[in-house]
């Protein structure tokens, strides 16, 4: 089973930057459809941004648009998540997912649904001060 694990998180002034990663173990990540969720405090859980596997790909949610941008480097077996801008309302505990089962379903219809996912990080907290 492939492990997750996200590093990066900490407190940011509103406006800053953040940069998350997340590293996979195994020697398939390149077959691998990595996205990444969050959960702010007191609120479900919701879509951020997903990559397909050569990166040619990215879906991101309309709240991080033109803020966030996802990436992927397969010979290090890592996703990453550039956060600019940051607002107070992006606090939240930011989870990576890896979808590692094909079955033909399309990235645009179903990579926002965190069910599309099958291993998950423990993710990490990311705070924005206003």
């Known amino acids: 089973q492939v492990q997750l694990v996200e590093s990066g998180g900490g407190l940011v002034q509103a406006g800053g930057s953040v940069g998350l990663s997340c590293a996979a173990s195994?020697?398939?990540?390149?077959?691998?459809?990595m996205g990444w969720f969050r959960q702010p405090p007191r609120k479900e859980r919701e879509f951020v941004a997903a990559?397909?596997?050569?990166?040619?790909?990215?879906d991101y949610a309309d709240s991080v648009k033109g803020r966030f941008t996802i990436s992927r480097d397969n010979a290090k077996n890592t996703v990453y998540l550039q956060m600019n801008n940051l607002k107070p309302e992006d606090t939240a505990v930011y989870y990576c997912?890896?979808?590692?089962?094909?079955?033909?379903?399309?990235?645009?219809?179903?990579?926002?649904?965190?069910?599309?996912?099958?291993?998950w990080g423990q993710g990490t907290q990311v705070t924005v001060s206003s």
């Open positions: 997912a890896a979808r590692t089962v094909g079955d033909g379903t399309s990235f645009f219809e179903h990579a926002r649904f965190g069910s599309y996912y099958g291993t």
């Open positions: 195994g020697r398939t990540f390149s077959s691998y459809i």
């Open positions: 990559i397909t596997r050569r990166g040619l790909s990215t």
